[in-house]
């Protein structure tokens, strides 16, 4: 069988994603076996070229970046969102928050010279076949979708939140505890890592398809989370979608 | 081929360092030399997004400022806002504070030795295209980099962006018993790592490339220092070897500037001098904390403390990357995981909270204005914002060498060095645009 041509691109994020590529690389090295890696800058070949598979990391900051993901789109066959950056824009979405005066405020009046955007996700700026969520990515979910394609194999997605795994694995209800947890919102599929440490679910995986908004609306209702807390936590799992 | 003046070249993309930025030289009509480091990375504006969130959610905020370093940035916002808050953390936590930034650091280097600068020692374009020999042993240090992320990952719940990781202290720890259990590998990784020090020391003796890349010069350097170990977490901030600040008052020795040819700020010290921090800073200040298994190393790449030779900073990171395994080791030895959170309560005065850690790169500041739980004023001094300055007068130290005054005499070699030079810094451009991500 061909080696699928694999090329890793690197768009505006905290390159997270890479690290995680290079455990998927060093746990599963049969990837190796079925995927010839054309382009990865972190592994030393830059450059956008032609491949089969594009996994492309965080988000359109920069006008840069958006030309680059043309270019990515073009020369590859399938795109994948690779990351909740560049699938959901997580974090980056708090940017769209900001206003001049704060980017002035943090460089002293001297704006450089890079012209920026209005950020957005790899997912609204051109047609993305498939994603990985996380933030990020696990590699055995990395390694489960690269295989499927390999294999011609349907993708698919968890429809249950990560609200449905906590209450699997008996993990007490940090909202119930006044925490601000976006489980009951999240797309499942994590095994709840968060939660399992004490630590709310931040939504990194973006939203579920059987999301519990009932649940959801009525815990934040009871435990009176200060509504600038839920807007900016709101804002990283959908602020991608406003205009 | 007579004088030429009035010439500019530029690298627009350095391949294998972690971000986006690119070299611009440019040679006046009166030969001076002109060296921009630029950073393209998009601007992410983390200080100001940061401004009205909980304290609680900063450190985990903050570790997205970069997918290499996070858990320095976790920590260091972490002691910040303990300061801020006055928190009287006990011992246990504050160890595994150090703990983590230990751990971090390994990891991290390892990425830039394997996969960033061992390329150019070998003289291969990517590790994949390594000669079977040194592949075989690189294979070798990618599996200690996997065994220290599996410990991260036991310690925080994840090996890039930890989940448990709070002002106070954590959500949750693990027991001892769950770390203990990699301590045989941890020991074996020492001694794989003195032996293949060997190998490095010989190809370097080989192919010249730590005389070629020479920079002849003084420099000033920065780092953490305390009296009693190898720091990166406790001591106060020493130049030249000489302990000189507490967290609170470095942003008086030092200035910020921004430019406008580059997304990463710039920072210099009081009196207008670049300064270098990171590997090489650290061991210059404090090689006399270095376990014996990292002498034995120092010894066998033959560096010698001070260095001002910026190609002599991987030297020091692998160096490191011994002692770290070897004070891991103990660290893990002494680890309680009880009590894992103190008490604490937040007043309704505002607070000013500053946290100076040791990053991977160099010295690494957070600084926070507080009113009750709620961020209102964020500025992070990243490693790299503070290197650049001294990175572009290294850059313009060695044209000036390489071309001996006549810069006609530019080769494309001289460029591929210049990537090198660079890449020997390991420049962080995600963190250097924190505001974005330098």
């Known amino acids: 069988m061909r080696k699928l041509k694999l090329a890793h691109y690197i768009l505006t994020g905290c390159e997270g994603c890479s690290s995680s590529l290079i455990d998927l690389l060093v746990n599963y090295p049969d990837i190796l076996e079925h995927f010839e890696i054309v382009s990865s800058r972190i592994i030393g070949y830059t450059g956008i070229v032609e491949a089969d598979i594009a996994l492309v990391e965080g988000s359109i900051i920069t006008q840069h970046d958006l030309e680059r993901a043309r270019e990515i789109r073009e020369n590859s066959r399938i795109v994948i969102a690779y990351g909740s950056c560049s699938y959901i824009l997580f974090i980056n979405s708090l940017k769209r928050l900001v206003n001049d005066m704060d980017l002035k405020h943090v460089y002293k009046n001297i704006i450089p010279a890079e012209p920026h955007i209005e950020p957005k996700s790899l997912t609204r700026a051109i047609k993305v076949d498939y994603f990985i969520p996380g933030c990020p990515p696990d590699p055995k979910e990395t390694y489960k979708i690269l295989t499927s394609i390999l294999l011609g194999k349907r993708i698919r997605y968890p429809d249950k939140p990560v609200c449905y795994e906590c209450r699997q694995k008996n993990i007490p209800c940090l909202l119930k505890e006044g925490k601000l947890c976006l489980g009951p919102i999240t797309m499942g599929g994590c095994g709840a890592k968060c939660p399992l440490y004490s630590s709310p679910c931040w939504g990194c995986r973006g939203p579920a398809t059987e999301a519990d908004t009932c649940i959801f609306e009525k815990a934040i209702k009871e435990v009176k989370i200060d509504p600038m807390l839920l807007y900016k936590k709101l804002q990283m799992l959908f602020g991608d979608l406003r205009d | ?438």
């Open chain 2, 1 to 438: 081929m007579g004088v030429v003046f009035n010439m500019r070249f530029s690298i627009e993309e350095i391949p294998r360092i972690e971000g986006h930025g690119g070299v611009e030289v440019h040679i006046t009509d009166d030969g001076d030399v002109k060296v921009l480091f630029k950073v393209t990375e998009g601007i992410r504006l983390f200080e100001s997004f940061i401004k009205g969130s909980d304290v609680s959610e900063i450190p985990l905020l903050t570790s997205r400022i970069c997918g290499l370093c996070g858990v320095a940035h976790t920590i260091a916002s972490a002691k910040a806002l303990s300061n801020a808050l006055e928190i009287d953390l006990p011992d246990n936590i504050i160890m595994i504070r150090r703990l983590l930034l230990e751990l971090n650091t390994i990891d991290s280097h390892l990425i830039h030795i394997i996969f960033l600068s061992l390329p150019d020692i070998v003289g291969s374009r990517s590790f994949l295209e390594f000669p079977p020999i040194i592949k075989q042993h690189v294979l070798e240090l990618i599996r200690i980099r996997d065994l220290v992320r599996r410990i991260i990952k036991v310690l925080i719940g994840n090996s890039v962006h930890g989940r448990n990781i709070v002002p106070w202290g954590f959500t949750w720890l693990p027991s001892r018993k769950e770390l203990e259990h990699y301590n045989e590998q941890l020991e074996k990784s020492i001694d794989y790592m003195v032996n293949f020090a060997h190998i490095i020391s010989e190809v370097m003796e080989e192919n010249g490339i730590r005389s070629k890349l020479y920079i002849d010069r003084k420099a000033n350097y920065m780092s953490l220092y305390n009296e009693k170990h190898y720091p990166l977490y406790h001591g106060l901030i020493a130049l030249n070897n000489e302990p000189l600040f507490n967290e609170e008052d470095l942003t008086k020795g030092i200035k910020e500037i921004s430019v406008s040819y580059s997304t990463a700020k710039k920072t210099l010290l009081f009196n207008n001098e670049p300064y270098f921090v990171g590997a090489l800073a650290r061991l210059n200040n404090n090689s006399g904390f270095l376990v014996k298994e990292a002498l034995e190393v120092m010894n066998i790449l033959n560096l010698k403390s001070p260095s001002y030779n910026p190609f002599d900073n991987i030297l020091a990171q692998y160096i490191e990357t011994i002692h770290f395994l070897v004070s891991t080791l103990e660290l893990i030895n002494e680890y309680e995981s009880r009590p894992y959170s103190v008490e604490y309560k937040i007043g309704n005065n505002v607070k000013h909270g500053a946290g100076v850690v040791e990053a991977p790169r160099g010295i690494l500041i957070h600084e926070y204005i507080i009113e009750k739980d709620r961020i209102k004023y964020a500025n992070i001094i990243t490693p790299t914002a503070q290197f650049i300055s001294d990175l572009e007068e290294s850059i313009k130290i060695y044209i000036k060498k390489v071309t001996n005054g006549n810069l006609g005499l530019m080769e494309h070699r001289t460029l591929q060095d210049i990537e090198i030079i660079v890449r020997s810094y390991d420049p962080c451009l995600s963190c250097s645009v924190h505001y974005i991500n330098i």
